[in-house]
């Protein structure tokens, strides 16, 4: 069970910028952030708080992981089609929506503390500026 523990920490171990946001930016903006995590509700916290450089930092966050979601499961639906093998790629996007699942679960819980920590896997790619 502990090595199990020690695994997924170290998936999570990601970088951590918390310390380069204003803390008033974030104590303000953090619940909005949650939003940002939750498919197309990105738009909600883009529109209501553009001036927040922590809103942003997670709408990035939020955006990335929806469109890597979304790409992936286009090439997978495409590679279902596949007789006979189709079925492969079925089971593999099922894994990739539980593991978006999992990813948004991390940024919200990073949101609602207050963290600007990477996603695993996603993190490091920048959209929003």
Known sequence: MSDMKEKFDQVTNTKDTTASFDKGDIEKNKNISILAYLSWLVIIPLLTAKESPFA???????LVLAIAEIAASVVLGLL???PKVGWIFG???GLLWILCVVLAILGIV???NGKAKELPLVGGVRILK
């Open 110 to 112: 990073n949101a609602a």
């Open 80 to 82: 279902g089609m596949i």
């Open 91 to 93: 089971i593999l996007n």
């Open 56 to 62: 942003r930092y997670h709408c990035n966050q939020g």
